[in-house]
């Protein structure tokens, strides 16, 4: 079970990074704003997924985390455009937060 679970939380990953290269519709606000405290987030999703019992609750919960997963790397994304950040900046501030995320697996 762990394995399928590792399987897609990775196709989660992969997924948001391939959403966040087209969008740049999400706002936020400075103040919020940390590669870091967005992956939190996400793993904080991801580890309360792991914790039920219930299959269906457990995907449920894991769908919810790839959402939340996508909405902040388009928040990166956002921050980016808005702050007329270098591609390279971006690209840093995703890989930042990729790291995050695959280390909380």
Do not use: H
């Amino acid at each position: 079970m762990k394995q399928k679970f590792s399987k897609v939380i990775a196709s989660l990953i992969i997924t948001g990074a391939l959403m966040v290269q087209g969008s740049c519709t999400n706002s936020s606000s400075n103040s919020n704003f940390s590669p870091e405290r967005m992956a939190k987030e996400v793993c904080d999703c991801m580890q309360k997924a792991k914790a039920y019992e219930n299959d269906k609750r457990r995907i449920d919960e894991i769908v919810k985390c790839g959402d939340l997963m996508m909405d902040k790397l388009r928040t990166i994304e956002n921050m980016g455009a808005r702050n007329d950040w270098s591609n390279e900046k971006v690209k840093d501030a995703i890989k930042r937060f990729d790291d995050i995320v695959e280390e909380c697996d």
